[in-house]
């Protein structure tokens, strides 16, 4: 890494002025960074600045986005830093995919999160995401995963588009970084950009733009700081504790997508309008594994059947539990009475509460202090499920959809039943623990039982 009077050398050559906000950025040592940017921060500006302080300090680096397109600002800025640096450099049109090649073999290269096998190959000494708050849970950390091999160092940066899901939850916990091994979280707020706002926080476009901008909206979209819905029934829920991905596997074989030794349970709640869902697990000793998720609008349970034969686990399915209602007959066959004639598959029902179900959610997502790990592990593919806890925007309106206490106009909560809505994946998981598990917890283990002959299955 390059000492400070490195740094300012380059920058002095690269005639950049940087605010104080961006200062703070290109000086830190930290080989992991995440930048949340309000709107015309400068984000990708500072990150290329940051990559190009770093040119000398290894030989390969990548720009990765969510698509290459999202890479374009930042590969058009480090092209002219380097016309400012005097280096000599070859660099595609293109950027789909894109390459820039400097005197002494430096080699700036573009990769799409869409292609993942292109993030596997040969490891880079550095890493700009970009827009990172586009990219998914799983492809952050196989970014992370490709840093390790040389040492290498990860930068982060985005606006937030919601305050859920990983990346406002890592810049929480970027906050209060001790070491330089922790990743460390800076705010780029738009008025730090003084080449654009030259009075700062009390430049008057800033200004006008709170007035007309509701308070939590200026704060995440402008401000850079996330302000995550408040009254969420599960506050225990972390996207990096409860949340795996196949990225973890070749450091956690627990952690995989399907086993097939292990029998799957389905936990169903059914729905049309607003969502069905369906849970597909496993439980392997204590606990619980979500490996997948049918969360689906407009669809009847003829369709959502349809879909379970598709998957690879459908064949090892042997039962579940569905939400009792599914009994009722209402001038057509019963829900659970259509799993049973179509899919081959019994489902269970038992009343339940709406606040024991709820314990028994909370039971499984506490971390046990001795083995620091929760019960209930969740596939990152599930976004239906983890958007209710909160971790995600909703995967069929990409809107905030979080399952919230009652609350009143100051946001205090004024009821000890939450909303009912935004709770379809989990309730499906209620039922499921409930059956699997009892009420108490005290019955952890479950009979063994034949898989159905995949024959009988029509």
Not at 192 to 203: C, E, L, V, W, Y
Not at 270 to 287: C, F, I, M, N, T
Request: with cysteine.
């Amino acid at each position: 890494m390059p000492t400070e009077s490195q740094i300012k050398l380059i920058l002095d050559k690269l005639e950049r002025n940087l605010s104080p906000e961006q200062e703070r950025i290109i000086f830190c040592p930290n080989r992991e960074i995440l930048v949340a940017g309000g709107e015309r921060a400068g984000k990708s500006f500072v990150s290329a600045t940051k990559l190009l302080v770093n040119l000398f300090y290894g030989r390969l680096f990548w720009l990765v986005a969510a698509d290459y397109e999202r890479t374009r600002a930042e590969f058009v800025y480090i092209c002219e830093g380097l016309e400012k640096l005097g280096l000599d450099y070859i660099a595609t049109k293109q950027v789909d995919p894109g390459e820039i090649r400097v005197v002494g073999n430096f080699v700036i290269e573009t990769k799409s999160a869409k292609d993942p096998l292109k993030l596997a190959m040969r490891a880079p000494d550095g890493i700009l995401a970009c827009e990172a708050s586009q990219l998914d849970y799983q492809t952050y950390l196989r970014l992370r995963g490709r840093t390790i091999e040389r040492r290498g160092w990860l930068v982060m940066s985005g606006t937030f588009e919601s305050s859920l899901g990983w990346y406002p939850e890592m810049y929480t916990r970027g906050q209060g970084a001790t070491k330089p091994d922790d990743v460390l979280s800076f705010s780029l707020p738009t008025w730090s950009n003084r080449a654009i706002f030259p009075g700062g926080r009390q430049d008057p476009e800033i200004q006008r733009i709170e007035r007309d901008t509701p308070p939590e909206y200026f704060l995440e979209r402008y401000g850079g700081v996330p302000c995550p819905p408040s009254g969420r029934v599960f506050e225990e829920f972390d996207n990096k504790i409860h949340v795996y991905a196949e990225a973890h596997n070749i450091h956690k074989p627990e952690f995989v997508d399907f086993k097939p030794e292990f029998p799957v349970y389905l936990f169903v709640d059914p729905g049309y309008a607003s969502a069905y869902a369906v849970l597909a697990a496993q439980k392997r000793g204590e606990d619980l594994y979500i490996i997948d998720e049918i969360f689906e609008r407009g669809l009847v349970t003829s369709d959502i059947i349809k879909i379970c034969k598709q998957k690879p686990w459908y064949n090892k399915i042997i039962g579940g539990a569905i939400d009792i209602a599914a009994q009722q007959h209402q001038a057509m066959p019963a829900v659970s009475e259509i799993w049973a004639a179509e899919a081959g598959i019994p489902l269970r029902s038992q009343k339940l509460s709406i606040k024991d179900g709820i314990e028994q959610v909370k039971r499984l997502l506490l971390v046990n202090p001795k083995t620091q790990r929760p019960l209930l592990h969740i596939n990152a593919r599930c976004q239906g499920l983890i958007s209710e806890f909160g971790g995600a925007p909703n995967p069929i309106t990409n809107q905030t959809a979080v399952y919230r206490w009652r609350q009143d106009r100051e946001g205090n909560v004024i009821s000890d039943i939450p909303e009912d809505r935004n709770n379809h994946a989990i309730k499906a998981l209620a039922y499921g623990i409930v059956d699997l598990f009892g009420f108490t917890g005290s019955h952890l283990s479950v009979a063994p039982v034949k898989f159905f002959d995949p024959a009988r299955r029509r």
